[in-house]
């Protein structure tokens, strides 16, 4: 007989929280001169093209507000908090990684505030905070002494707060400044250049590599049990259709957007395939044997994936204009799924499944490595509509978009995948790269009419309610239990 579930109860050892970012909560509060980030730099550049001018500059004041900010993360039943150090701001020197004292303080003590509030931190070495000096002086990424730069600040960070967090990660979903940039041209400064985008995820792969080995030589954290990860955004990939030549093409996908990180931070190794590819388009990335090593001993303890909507893909029917420099749809072009379901405001299709989909792949392809949902969340525009006479945004729609989402997680866990958590994107809402304050992602609203007050919405006391009952009532899930 089949069997619709309709209560759902979370593993005894499974977390629920919700993410954010420094430069996207921070504001510039504090900041002295020379002490940008690429993404202040880029919002510098182009203000205009920034959702109604907003930007980075003030973005939630979360530097003067964490405070109020952490005992709302103990009210809305947070059990993790994850969000970056601002490696822009914490370091004065970046060449000799000297810290920033007023810096040292501010995430010192925002961390203590945290905790005191019930709710463990996890937090991010650059969640693209690369420092903007080191962009227009090295090309940032692309330079192998920006590593090393960045493996100097890591062991500082650690020496700082190795004492008291636990879960640390490298980066947050290290593919994607590039692949705007270099790869689809779509940010500041707009260069087209397939072989810099690549050489920008070598040396972060490569850069994740060398600061998990001075976190295991160094003993980061060993009293406190601490590990490292890495935040990645593999794309679920579906081919349109079961014929060859679609399928060739989702595998193609997979190679350059998933694989690429996956595999060395997983198992320690890229994929023979991708060198082939690389080699056969002339964008190879610069490595030696030396680094391959590096990688080989050194993957990750933890891994941090952002699951946000499925990638749908199809054979080339067009042909490739070869005066153009390569790119890896040379291989596919994205399919569109009629009838799907879509987030309007963000415009990404709405597909659960992916969460199950992905934890069976980690599960049988990874090595059941212990990993848990980084960011999932759903973007909102105009939710001061939904607002209540009291002036509660009434997101069910929200609420709705985790209940099942959460439920294929659990499925999953179910049948033996090692996901040990799940995190909304966001805390509280705050700014998206470009789209600024356009779509609403917290489970408190920053209310920009009213001095950025903060007000817990639906959805928040509904997250509250989930971490104290440990389980939920989903209304309108689509698994069916045989
Ligand atoms: C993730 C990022 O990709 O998605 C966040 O880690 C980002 O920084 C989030 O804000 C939501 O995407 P967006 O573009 O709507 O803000």
Not at 152 to 173: D, P, S
Request: proline residues 4%.
């Amino acid at each position: 007989m089949e069997l619709k579930k309709s209560k759902f109860k979370l593993p005894e050892n499974f977390f629920i929280g919700a993410a954010a970012s420094a430069w996207q909560t921070e504001g510039w509060t504090g900041k002295k001169d020379g002490q940008y980030s690429y993404m202040d730099l880029w919002y510098k550049s182009t203000p205009h093209l920034w959702h109604n001018g907003y930007g980075p500059t003030l973005a939630t004041d979360f530097y003067r507000r964490y405070k109020e900010d952490a005992k709302l993360m103990g009210e809305v039943g947070l059990q993790k908090y994850r969000t970056s150090i601002d490696w822009s701001r914490f370091i004065k020197d970046y060449e000799t990684a000297e810290i920033d004292d007023e810096a040292f303080k501010y995430y010192n003590n925002m961390i203590d505030e945290v905790i005191k509030n019930g709710v463990e931190p996890m937090i991010c070495l650059e969640h693209y905070e690369l420092p903007a000096v080191l962009f227009e002086k090295y090309g940032g990424w692309e330079s192998k002494h920006v590593v090393d730069l960045f493996v100097k600040y890591a062991q500082k960070a650690f020496e700082a707060f190795g004492h008291k967090v636990k879960y640390w990660f490298t980066f947050n979903e290290p593919i994607v400044v590039q692949t705007r940039v270099y790869l689809d041209a779509i940010r500041w400064p707009f260069e087209q250049n397939t072989k810099t985008w690549m050489q920008w995820n070598y040396n972060k792969v490569l850069a994740t590599a060398k600061v998990v080995e001075i976190f295991k030589a160094g003993n980061v954290g060993k009293d406190i049990g601490a590990k490292i990860g890495v935040i990645l955004n593999p794309e679920v990939t579906y081919a349109r259709s079961s014929a060859p030549h679609d399928i060739k093409a989702a595998e193609m996908y997979d190679l350059f957007f998933n694989k690429l990180y996956l595999d060395p931070s997983i198992k320690g190794e890229f994929p023979q395939e991708l060198f082939k590819v690389l080699k056969k388009h002339d964008c190879l990335f610069n490595y030696n044997d030396e680094e391959l090593a590096v990688i080989k001993n050194n993957t990750v303890d933890l891994l941090g994936l952002n699951l946000y909507f499925p990638h749908r893909v199809k054979a080339r029917t067009s042909g490739w204009n070869s005066e153009v420099p390569f790119h890896p749809s040379y291989y596919y072009e994205m399919f569109d799924l009629p009838g799907k379901k879509v987030n309007p405001h963000r415009g990404w299709e709405i597909y659960p499944q992916i969460m199950y989909d992905m934890a069976m792949r980690i599960k049988n392809e990874y090595g059941n490595i212990e990993w848990f949902i980084a960011e999932n969340g759903m973007g909102v525009e105009g939710e001061s509509k939904y607002k209540n006479k009291e002036g509660v945004i009434q997101d069910d729609y929200r609420i709705e978009f985790i209940e099942n989402h959460l439920v294929w997680l659990l499925k999953a866990i179910e049948e033996g995948c090692n996901c040990i958590g799940y995190m909304l994107w966001a805390f509280t809402d705050n700014v998206s790269p470009q789209n600024a304050f356009k779509n609403r992602y917290g489970l408190v609203e920053i209310n920009l009419e009213d001095n950025r007050n903060r007000i817990i919405k639906k959805s928040g006391r509904w997250f509250e309610k989930l971490s104290n009952d440990r389980y939920f009532e989903a209304k309108n899930t689509e698994i069916v239990y045989k």
